[in-house]
């Protein structure tokens, strides 16, 4: 009976390993999500000052500039929480990656089922 259990041993440390890199997997599609929604903010913000140029031949700017002082916050602020996501996934996408590496290298036998 003590060899059932030194075999089912590595088994079960398998499945767990396996487990534990399909968590990792799934984080790291949260980051990726996270990239995206920091692009698309990204490209909003763009797209508000393409907006912002084309109606500009319709007022002058120094008769509008309390509208748009509080715009062009809005705008710096947008394009500082686009950047801040996009860096922060990058990060967390290399952090994730690397620990697949890791467990791409204690666990040999498993590392081919792992791309």
Not at 103 to 114: F, N, P, Q, S, V
């Amino acid at each position: 009976m003590a060899n059932n259990h030194a075999g089912e041993a590595p088994a079960s440390n398998d499945l767990l390993v396996m487990e534990e890199i399909k968590l990792i997997f799934k984080e790291k599609e949260i980051a990726l999500q996270q990239a995206r929604v920091g692009i698309m903010i990204l490209l909003f913000q763009s797209l508000l000052f393409c907006v912002l140029i084309v109606f500009s031949k319709n007022y002058i700017a120094i008769e509008v500039l309390h509208l748009l002082a509080p715009f062009y916050l809005v705008n710096a602020g947008l394009f500082t929480l686009g950047v801040w996501l996009l860096a922060h996934s990058v990060r967390k996408i290399r952090s994730h990656d690397a620990r697949i590496a890791r467990l791409r290298a204690a666990y040999r036998e498993l590392g081919d089922l792992i791309q």
